[in-house]
């Protein structure tokens, strides 16, 4: 993580770092005014690495995904960032025409509802083989036995019998599947998966949440998952953000995160999760509500819910730093993060 | 753990919130405030036609027969000598009078009936929707001369034939929204809270279904004043010598070549009329849009 | 305080659904397939299912909000599903349900309070001012200012709209709520708020509940026993410590280890889950798991397995447990 350009961090290779973004902000045009769902983000992926976003609804991470992928709808939206750099491209400075050779192609997307994602007077066969079509110039036989083969890499029985088939005629999972497929088609870098089970059943999601593991590991590639749920998050991710009213408020190991999850609102998000494996007495309820888009107040979003907050909470909003050794678990909390004590005074007299 | 109020804004009085309504139709498109503005106007003339009439309208002044628009006679005069102003906005009262009603009753009865339709289902719905479809099927001018030669052409029967031609077109709009909201859980908290199935129509699905109701209403009323003005025309319309405007045009045509100025204005009457209720009924239409139904 | 406030015995519920073209065939949907438990007077009674289970339906057919086709529902010693409009009328203020969705569950024309007041008209509970009072009673008691009585519905977030539902099913004072996954549609924050309010309202109102949900966890909190759905049947009840502990019935045992757990050490190796919920138009025959269970034998094929009543506390529908049988081991957890 690199939140400042010129500090000596000891990290893994840079060259194993796929996708690098930093200081993203998207903004939205509402009744006229602009305002940040997601503000100034810095965050990056690494080859083979699955990164799970993780939030509550409004956090601004869907948006981050459609963000990287340009798209955001430019009528109401704004996107700027420092840097949006997938291997040798930046993203950013790319034209439309650009931007749809790398969709679908070297990063693709899965999204939560297989019903409406799909179309559904299109043959699932057709679907598969259209990406393959556009993106790798195949012709229609190749496209047809490669589509075939990625149906059956997605486990869908009898696929070479359902390649005709209509999306009503299969289920939710096996339509999660064939988005799947239609995602690795032209085997990306990236896959951004925005909560692609969060609408199955627990035994379906449990099957598609193996599925994406074994292809991940097999391929080689890269993996961001967006999700609400800490249980998914813990079985699949190597490494966690959590978002807060568009800003990442901590990031880590997997590991880490769960064992010590230090931002407040991490903890709170973790206390509040009744577990079918123990008995709880009570959960933690987080008072008050999500500040909303417009109306984000100054210093710490999270300060107000917070009950730990301290005056310079209020006025200044905290950047991520590192609170290990390894420099790998980071946190913005004045409170509980590792900063220059002088700075913290200072504010808290100013 | 009460909520927080602090910056959210105070709850709004009925009052308040129809201004709100009025100003979001308005304000999106200026066509709607011109049909509404013109169409008010068409209502005030009906309304105080006897204070705005030059004459009566029924005088007849076979001296001054087939004049045309002239300081005394500001659109001119008919074969018997009748001021056209004057016959216009008494006209005017006729249409809007039996369009009015008609399209109110109508209004009335084909959205209850239509809510019954959509709220039981099932054989009722199928019935019902039978009988509605034959409705349908008769073109309006048909059914309007079956009803008035059966009953004969007075006011009366003429606010019967348009009605009964516009009631089904209400049950349909009425019923397609009554099917989606029944489905809805608020419904079924009804029922649990053992709502007898009238309150349930009255209270909980009528107000959902009224909006889209209202704005067909305006754009029928349209149709309802164009089929009294047709048949008119043909002559079973209220009987002369009060003035509507069907039948002016029709006693204009006899002079059509030498006396235009007979039948244009009361032409043009009735499309001002239509175009008006057109414009106000598609600027109402566009707002009550889904969109921005909920906010 | 442990006798029976609920007994529901062998209910049915079955659809008919014409399908195909051109010529459309009647198909019968097994919604609910004879299924019966009890609810303890103060207690918190759990249904869990993955989707097209039927317990949805079967929530709404003990409130006789959909006519089961047969069995019997018995609450407090009444005979719910012969009883005649009159006696429903009067069983409504006793029995009461929340809904899964908050956006569908407020009429978006009628402002809360007076929404909140209709109840209370209806079933001449209260008039004009005493009703007020009242509203404006249960609004403290959810949680939500006395100004939200003027607002509409769609002033509200999800969890708000929630409470607002709760603050309905009190209206008419209820001694039992069916809760149709009440808290799934919301965020894991305000999923925790609700859970809470619930468990203070049960404590301050003496509620018994029916909780519907997918949730093992959300479940575990809430309630007691429980009673796992598959395709119309219950496979399984018990109190819910022991379910989980030492499930008895393979699909329980699926369940229970597919549901991830917020810890990284327990939730990495994914379990193999065969096959997916058939569609309950066509279930196979036998026992309706067997495609996909990992004991299947010929007898799960062909013969739906009786109920054993393994304990006092704890049944099973499930062939290893014939006589002779003792079931299986799994590994525990």
Redesign the interface.
């Known amino acids: 993580m690199h939140t400042m350009p010129n500090s000596k961090q000891s990290r893994e290779s840079d060259t194993d770092i796929i996708l690098d973004v930093r200081k993203l902000r998207t903004s939205f045009r509402i009744t006229g005014e602009w305002h940040a769902a997601v503000r100034d983000i810095s965050f990056n992926l690494r080859r083979n690495e699955t990164l799970a976003l993780v939030g509550?609804?409004g956090c601004g991470k869907s948006v981050t995904a459609l963000s990287v992928l340009g798209l955001v709808p430019l009528q109401n939206g704004r996107v700027e960032a420092e840097r949006i750099q997938l291997g040798e491209h930046n993203l950013q400075g790319l034209s439309e025409e650009e931007m749809r050779e790398i969709r679908g192609n070297r990063i693709s997307m899965i999204f939560q509802e297989p019903m409406t994602a799909l179309n559904p007077v299109l043959t699932i066969g057709h679907q598969v083989a259209e990406t393959l079509l556009y993106h790798r110039k195949m012709n229609k036989e190749e496209a047809n036995k490669t589509a075939l083969e990625l149906l059956d890499k997605v486990k869908i029985p009898s696929a070479s019998s359902r390649f005709k088939e209509y999306p009503h005629q299969f289920?939710g999972?096996?339509r999660q599947r064939v988005m799947i497929a239609m995602a690795l088609a032209c085997k990306p870098d990236i896959i951004l998966a925005d909560e692609p089970t969060t609408a199955l059943?627990?035994?379906?999601?449990?099957?598609i949440?193996?599925l994406l593991?074994e292809l991940k590991q097999d391929s080689g590639m890269s993996l961001i998952f967006i999700t609400?749920?800490?249980?998914?998050?813990?079985?699949i991710a190597d490494r966690v953000a959590v978002m807060y009213a568009g800003k990442i408020v901590e990031i880590a190991y997997?590991?880490s995160l769960?064992a010590q999850p230090t931002h407040p609102y991490t903890e709170?998000?973790?206390l509040?999760?009744?577990?079918?494996?123990r008995?709880?007495k009570?959960?933690?309820?987080?008072?008050?509500?999500v500040p909303p888009i417009g109306?984000i107040p100054d210093g710490c979003s999270f300060a107000a819910r917070c009950g730990l907050e301290q005056p310079i909470c209020r006025k200044l909003d905290p950047t991520l730093k590192p609170i290990d050794v390894g420099l790998t678990h980071e946190v913005a909390c004045w409170v509980r993060g590792d900063y220059n004590l002088t700075m913290i005074e200072e504010h808290a007299n100013g | 753990m009460t909520s927080n109020t602090e910056n959210i804004p105070m709850p709004k009085s009925n009052r308040a919130l129809f201004l709100e309504q009025m100003n979001r139709t308005f304000r999106s498109n200026k066509l709607t405030g011109v049909g509404a503005a013109i169409f008010l106007l068409v209502v005030l003339a009906a309304i105080f036609a006897p204070l705005l009439s030059t004459h009566d309208h029924i005088d007849q002044n076979i001296l001054n027969r087939l004049e045309g628009p002239s300081d005394q006679f500001l659109m001119g005069t008919d074969a018997y000598g009748r001021d056209i102003y004057s016959r216009l906005l008494h006209g005017a009262r006729i249409s809007l009078i039996i369009g009015g009603v008609a399209i109110i009753s109508a209004m009335i009865i084909g959205t209850a009936i239509g809510i019954i339709a959509g709220y039981y289902g099932g054989r009722t719905d199928d019935v019902i929707m039978q009988f509605n479809d034959i409705l349908l099927s008769f073109p309006t001018l048909i059914l309007g001369l079956i009803v008035v030669a059966m009953l004969g052409p007075n006011m009366q029967n003429m606010i019967i034939a348009i009605s009964l031609t516009s009631i089904p077109g209400f049950t349909r709009i009425a019923r397609a929204p009554t099917i989606v909201i029944r489905e809805r859980d608020f419904i079924e908290a009804c029922r649990a809270l053992g709502y007898r199935d009238w309150r349930i129509m009255v209270y909980h699905i009528l107000p959902n279904v009224l909006s889209d109701v209202m704005v067909m209403a305006s754009l029928w009323l349209a149709t309802a004043i164009r089929t009294e003005a047709s048949l008119s025309f043909i002559g079973l319309g209220v009987k002369p010598p009060e003035a509507t405007w069907g039948g002016m045009i029709r006693e204009g045509f006899e002079n059509i070549l030498d006396n235009p100025w007979l039948s244009i204005f009361p032409g043009l009457a009735i499309l001002l009329v239509v175009f008006s209720l057109n414009l106000l009924g598609d600027g109402l239409r566009d707002a009550i849009d889904p969109k921005t139904r909920e906010a | 305080m442990a006798d029976t406030l609920l007994r529901i015995e062998n209910i049915k519920k079955f659809f008919h659904v014409k399908r195909g073209f051109p010529v459309p065939e009647t198909v019968t949907v097994r919604a609910v397939d004879g299924v019966s438990f009890e609810v303890k007077r103060g207690g918190a009674f759990g249904v869990v299912g993955e989707s097209g289970c039927g317990k949805s339906t079967l929530g709404r057919s003990l409130l006789r909000l959909i006519e089961p086709d047969s069995g019997s529902v018995t609450f407090d010693g009444q005979d719910v599903l012969g009883a005649n409009p009159s006696k429903i009328r009067a069983l409504r203020q006793r029995m009461q349900i929340i809904f899964q969705d908050p956006y569908s569950s407020l009429n978006p024309r009628k402002r809360i309070g007076a929404a909140l007041a209709e109840p209370l008209l209806v079933q001449g509970l209260a008039y004009k001012r005493k009703a007020h009072e009242r509203v404006l009673k249960l609004l403290d008691e959810v949680g939500l200012h006395s100004d939200a009585a003027d607002r509409f519905p769609h002033e509200f977030s999800g969890g708000q709209r929630q409470r607002i539902g709760i603050a309905r099913a009190l209206t008419v004072g209820p001694e039992l709520i069916v809760a149709d996954e009440p808290v799934s549609a919301l965020d894991v924050s305000i999923q925790a708020q609700i859970l809470l309010l619930l468990r203070e309202l049960q404590k301050s109102h003496n509620l018994s509940f029916v909780f519907i949900s997918h949730d093992l966890g959300v479940v575990r909190f809430f309630c007691q026993d429980m009673a796992v759905m598959y395709l119309g049947r219950i496979v399984e009840t018990g109190p819910i410590p022991r379910i989980f502990e030492d499930p008895l019935h393979p699909y329980t045992h699926i369940l229970r280890d597919a549901s991830p757990m917020p810890d990284p050490n327990q939730s990495k190796k994914f379990i193999h889950v065969d096959g997916e919920v058939p569609s309950a138009v066509n279930p196979p025959n036998g026992c309706h798991f067997h495609p996909r269970c990992p004991y299947a034998a010929d007898i799960c094929k062909k013969v739906s397995p009786d109920w054993h009543q393994v304990d006092a506390e704890r049944g099973v529908a499930c062939h290893l447990f014939d006589t002779g049988n003792t079931g299986h081991d799994y590994p525990k957890r």
Do not use: C, K, Y
């Open positions: 509550e609804s289920s999972g096996m059943d627990v035994t379906t999601q449990s099957q949440l193996a593991n609400h749920n800490l249980g998914v998050v813990a079985s997997v590991n769960f709170a998000l973790m509040s999760i009744p577990r079918s494996d008995d709880i009570t959960l933690h309820s987080i008072s008050g509500q109306r």
